[in-house]
Every structure is written in structure tokens, then in C-alpha cells.
């Protein structure tokens, strides 16, 4: 089994219950059968953390992020080598910052789970798994 990477936006989908929250529930519990982890970028978790603050204020925020930490997901610090990577890929491909580390602790020998194929598919040998597209 590959190690899946979650961007932002497929924690965010699998919290509220967007579209394709039930691949990412699927691999949940995948990786949960399997003794595994999904894996996501602090700088990505920082990101869902700000989306929701926006819309629920801090304190729900808290409790939901709180039961973030009980789900099968280790979360990857943004230390130099996963910086300068995620640095190169903003430089060389005009991603949006936060994405390039996705795209960096994916690297190209696991999976990125995100919505946002289309941008990450500028990167060579980077493995995708789309979620589905907002509609409307």
C-alpha cells in the first residue's frame, strides 16, 4: 500500500463532508486496518485550522482540530529539506505556497490526495489521487 498525502483541502472535505470525504474516510480507515497513517504538512494542517477558524471562531476550531489528533494521520513538520523542496516547486512551478508542500512530502514515491489535480499535475512524477470537483 502507498502512503497517501492529504493537501488541505482533502482534511477540510473529509471534516465537512464535501465532496470526496468518503475516499478520504476510505483511506482512514485503510490505513487504520493496516497500522499505517495518512500523512499532511503542519503547513497544510495550518491551513485547514484558519478555513474552519474562519466560520466556527477558535474555540470550536480547537475541539475540532482536537479530534483531528485521534484519526491515523501523522503530521510532518515544514523542517529545511521539506522547505527548500516546497521553495524549488513554488519557484519552478507556480503552485500556490502552502500546496508545494504537499507536493513536497509526496515527493514522487507516495500519493497526493487533492482536489486540485489539475495545478499539482505541473509536477513531474508526482502520484494523484483527484478527489471530485466542487459543482455549481
Not at 82 to 92: D, E, F, M, N, P
Request: with cysteine.
Amino acid at each position: 500500500m502507498k502512503t497517501h498525502v492529504l493537501d488541505a483541502n482533502a482534511l477540510y472535505r473529509f471534516l465537512t463532508g464535501g465532496p470526496g470525504a468518503d475516499v478520504v474516510s476510505r483511506l482512514f480507515r485503510e490505513v487504520r486496518d493496516a497500522d499505517k497513517t495518512l500523512r499532511m504538512s503542519v503547513v497544510n494542517w495550518g491551513e485547514v485550522y484558519y478555513t474552519i477558524a474562519r466560520f466556527e471562531g477558535f474555540t470550536e476550531t480547537d475541539k475540532i482540530m482536537d479530534r483531528v489528533k485521534l484519526l491515523p494521520l501523522t503530521i510532518l513538520d515544514a523542517d529545511e529539506s521539506v522547505t527548500t523542496k516546497a521553495a524549488r516547486l513554488k519557484a519552478g512551478h507556480g503552485l500556490p505556497y502552502a500546496d508545494c508542500f504537499a507536493a513536497a512530502i509526496a515527493g514522487t514515491g507516495d500519493v497526493l490526495v487533492t482536489s486540485d489535480a489539475k495545478d499539482f499535475r505541473k509536477i513531474p512524477g508526482l502520484h494523484i489521487l483527484p478527489l471530485p470537483q466542487h459543482k455549481g
